[in-house]
């Protein structure tokens, strides 16, 4: 597949246009993944109280979800063009190298922190010591990271299809995982708490957490850092627009709240499984949290079926960080194929899972991320709604003829070294950056375009917002004709096989949470790790059969709707 294919420049068809279970389970399954076990224990050793955790989490992710619905789904529905096609279209072929280059290195260090966690997990198969440090102590360490980033990159070249495939089977199971973890070291927590002997209320559980979870240590971290971390935690997806990209094949903008199934599953639940689970293995295991690694939490809580947890979260997360780490550079000539591309980008990302410090810094540099981002996000927000608002001429550098819009270039670049100077200088905490920053590069942008040009009328302009005003009635007058006519298919029913293998996929996860329960109730008993073992190997099996069986009978029926909807338009 080479990089044209996949930079799409021109908006995308209304026959391509998806219905909202495709964005409801796109969400729930991929905020669920290996960063939840890292940033989940790390919330712990930051020292801020269970409050702090319960309700920043709810307002930061919140945000997230409002952010993602008011700004980053209506104008990708709008224009139904990918970041990188509507940017280059506002700021130019110039602007979009440079781009490509930020947005491929950030992505190569977020996927080696992902190869890292699953290294975490493999070690303890081979009685590595846990890596926490900035370097890895043990040589043995570095090459299971090398042979599992190998891994990583061939499916990445060769199978990224497969995998995301089998993420979705992957996605109930995980989420599951993170539950019966917490449900599994409860037992410990609870002992350690004077006072308390079992969970009969939630005061009950909020004593546990207070005392024994996320113990209030730090006067420097509390509420707002919470919050604001969960708000920039995906700023590069939602703030920086990187989701146009997914959310330009959406019917209708609203479904960029389904954004709320990642958040509050995902980045809430998950993350607060993932403080108990880090809390009650650090107390077993007699150490700080900060001495251990995902791969030792999860192989506490779950046995077995935490290195599988961990090593199929890692997996999950980078294969795809990777894949579109390849197609921002192959972005930036068209005759590097995607492929090459990303092999030389897996590389440099498995050398850098070799250290540890990508994922043990993890929280500051999704934070770092999202605001590198944030300015681009400013720049697209200020071009798109408020330059008409303005009077002021959209695309009007592109209108000019130039290869590089500079007032995005400067903004963007002096809004980076604001940030840095605001942050070093302690004037405003790393992830409280984002509005000012947001403000400064809006203000700027306006500013200097106006010196720039934008004022100006084109002649140019007038033939493309027309264009666009029939591409909009086109989609329109589609969409409605979908909601008054629906294309019927005929009903199949599925194979008994296929609906007995269901059963049994639904069941075995019924099981693995029963068996969590029992965990509970008998103060952790690790014994049942095997049973859940048994369990899981059963929920993968008939639930991989199950999607392998739908998926071919959908292949079946899905060409002639398709057909059928682009001849009704």
């Known amino acids: ?220 971290v509390g509420f707002w850092h919470v919050a604001a971390f969960a708000w920039v935690a995906n700023l590069a997806m939602h703030g920086g627009m990187g989701d146009m990209t997914l959310l330009r094949f959406a019917r209708y903008s609203r479904y960029g709240f389904f954004s709320a199934l990642g958040m509050f599953i995902g980045h809430y639940m998950a993350w607060i499984c993932a403080g108990i689970m880090g809390a009650g293995a650090a107390i077993i295991l007699g150490t700080a949290i900060t001495n251990l690694d995902p791969g030792a939490v999860a192989y506490q809580a779950l046995g ?14 980078s294969n795809p960080t990777i894949y579109r780490a390849g197609l921002a550079f192959s972005s930036l000539n068209p005759k590097w194929s995607r492929e090459k591309s990303t092999i030389v980008v897996g590389v440099v990302t498995t050398i850098i899972a070799c250290f540890p410090f990508v994922f043990s810094q993890l929280l500051g540099f999704v934070g770092i991320m999202g605001l590198m981002m944030a300015p681009v996000g400013a720049i697209i927000v200020a071009e798109h709604w408020l330059f008409p608002k303005m009077g002021l001429t959209r695309y009007w550098s592109q209108y000019k003829g130039n290869n590089t819009n500079w007032a995005a270039i400067i903004t963007w670049l002096t809004a980076l070294g604001l940030s840095y100077l605001l942050e070093q200088s302690g004037v405003l905490h790393l992830f409280f950056l984002l509005i000012p920053i947001w403000v400064y590069s809006t203000v700027l942008y306006c500013l200097l375009s106006i010196a720039m040009g934008a004022k100006k009328s084109f002649p ?17 007058n589609f969409l409605e004709s979908l909601s008054r006519e629906s294309i019927k298919v005929p009903n199949k029913k599925s194979s008994p096989i296929v609906t007995l293998a269901s059963f049994v996929a639904i069941a075995s996860l019924v099981t693995c949470l029963v068996i969590g329960v029992i965990a509970y109730f008998d103060n952790g008993n690790s014994a049942l790790h095997s049973p859940l073992l048994t369990a899981t190997i059963i929920y993968f099996v008939t639930a991989t059969y199950v999607y392998l069986a739908n998926t071919n009978a959908a292949e079946t029926d899905e060409v002639p709707i398709v057909e059928a909807q682009a001849s009704d338009n």
């Open 1 to 220: 597949m080479s990089s044209s294919d996949e930079f799409e420049t021109q908006p995308i068809s209304p026959n391509k246009l998806q219905p909202a279970r495709a964005f409801a389970g796109s969400y729930a399954g991929e905020h669920v993944a290996g960063t939840e076990f890292v940033i989940g224990a790390l919330f712990v050793s930051w020292g801020v109280g269970a409050g702090d955790i319960l309700v920043g989490l709810l307002l930061g992710n919140l945000l997230a979800v409002l952010t993602w619905g008011l700004l980053t789904a209506p104008i990708a529905t709008e224009t139904r063009l990918t970041l990188y096609a509507y940017l280059e279209k506002i700021a130019g072929k110039g602007t979009i190298k440079l781009y490509s280059v930020v947005n491929g290195i950030l992505f190569s260090v977020l996927a080696g922190a992902m190869i890292t966690v699953s290294a975490s997990a493999v070690r303890i198969l081979l009685d590595i010591p846990p890596q926490v440090d900035w370097f890895p102590s043990d040589l043995r360490f570095v090459l299971v990271a090398l042979f599992v980033g190998a891994v990583v990159v061939f499916m990445a070249v060769k199978g990224f299809k497969k995998l995301a495939a089998f993420a979705e089977v992957c996605a109930p199971w995980m989420i599951l995982m993170f539950i019966v973890g917490a449900l599994f070291l409860l037992p410990a927590l609870i002992e350690s708490t004077p006072g308390i002997t079992n969970i009969s209320s939630f005061s009950d559980f909020y004593t546990i957490a207070n005392e024994s979870i996320w113990v209030k240590t730090s006067s420097e």
């Open 304 to 317: 077995t079926c935490g290195i599988i947890a961990v090593i199929i979260a890692g997996w999950t997360t």
């Open 460 to 476: 140019e302009a007038a033939i493309a917002e027309a264009a666009e005003s029939n591409r909009r009635l086109e989609e329109k």
